[in-house]
Nanobody, 125 residues
Framework: QVQLVESGGGLVQAGGSLRLSCAAS????????MGWFRQAPGKEREFVAS???????????DYADSVKGRFTISRDNAKNTGHLQMKSLNPEYTAVYYC???????????????WGQGTQVTVPS
């Protein structure tokens, strides 16, 4: 089992930045791929970014087209923590952001076995 707890969300003005964190506990976090997804009101959960890590090296990073160049995904396996650095935010990014873990990276949230409770990001228009 892996338990995930997101933090770092909040209210930020357009153009601002936020850094989301995902604290993992339970089984060895470093063996899992980590993904970030978001869900806006009335919409389905959508892929944001994912990262696969092995042997101290990042093997694979993937971003949704809508966040490329604005978001950076990273992880600190020594601290069992993942991060999503977000910059140049706009109202379209308002959503609940979820950290998820799986045996492999994917853009499909159903592939992920574990997820946290989410953290709200609000960018007012």
């Amino acid at each position: 089992q892996v338990q995930l707890v997101e933090s770092g969300g909040g209210l930020v003005q357009a153009g601002g930045s936020l850094r989301l964190s995902c604290a993992a506990s339970g089984r060895t976090f470093s063996t899992y791929a980590m993904g970030w997804f978001r869900q806006a009101p009335g919409k389905e959960r959508e892929f944001v970014a994912s990262i696969k890590w092995s042997g101290g090296f990042t093997l694979y990073v993937d971003y949704a087209d809508s966040v490329k160049g604005r978001f950076t995904i990273s992880r600190d396996n020594a601290k069992n923590t993942g991060h999503l650095q977000m910059k140049s935010l706009n109202p379209e990014y308002t959503a609940v952001y979820y950290c998820e873990a799986a045996s492999r990276t994917s853009r499909v949230y159903a592939v992920y076995n574990y997820w946290g409770q989410g953290t709200q990001v609000t960018v007012p228009s």
